[in-house]
């Protein structure tokens, strides 16, 4: 076997082992939609995170859903609950597009968790889930600076830009894009070194 075949062997199996996490998968679904409407894409907040883990599992353990006491104050926050693919928290929240006035372009209860996830001027994002003894996964999102600032909506969220497609469902949760891009990365490294190595 030339080494070429070795490093390819090697590549895929790099490509079963790598995962991406599920903060690294939700700001990744995150960043697909906002791209629709044209706004900045979301950096991950290591500190945001941790917290959104630890309120999480708060919810996990009490078994409903509640909002934080800083929520909409300190930073936006999102909650949802799931019995699979916590991941689908996200498509869930975009999906209120289709209660949203752009028109109007003012804060609903039932567009909140879209108008959250799509506002222009966040900067951050953070993500924890935790799953109940009943099976049940509790998903925290958090966005930074806060988001649905009465009076801002107009100017933060913005309709979908013509010519980009439309919502799709998310998989079972593992968009895996650090994996895609390794394994491209690796087949690359392999291609070039099958044509400078010969046996």
Request: hydrophobic share 40%.
């Amino acid at each position: 076997m030339t080494l070429a075949n070795v490093l390819k062997v090697l590549a895929l199996s790099w490509l079963l082992a790598v995962k991406a996490s599920p903060e690294e998968d939700n700001l990744s679904e995150h960043n697909r939609f906002r791209e629709k409407h044209g706004v900045p894409a979301l950096t991950l907040d290591e500190s945001l995170s941790k917290d959104c883990a630890e309120y999480a599992q708060v919810l996990a353990e009490k078994g409903s859903l509640v909002h934080s006491p800083d929520g909409g104050q300190k930073y936006g926050e999102n909650l949802c609950l799931r019995s699979e693919a916590p991941l689908r928290c996200v498509q869930d929240w975009y999906d209120e597009i289709k209660e949203y006035d752009f028109a109007k372009a003012q804060f609903t209860m039932n567009t909140g968790h879209f108008t959250a996830l799509i506002w222009k001027s966040a900067k951050k994002m953070g993500h924890g889930q935790a799953k109940s003894k009943k099976g049940i996964y509790f998903v925290v999102a958090r966005y930074y600076p806060p988001v649905n600032v009465l009076g801002q909506f107009k100017e933060n969220v913005p309709e979908p830009i013509d010519g980009i497609e439309g919502g799709g469902s998310t998989t079972d949760g593992n968009t895996n894009m650090v994996q895609a891009n390794a394994v491209l990365i690796l087949f690359a490294c392999v291609c070039t070194l099958q044509n400078k190595i010969t046996f």
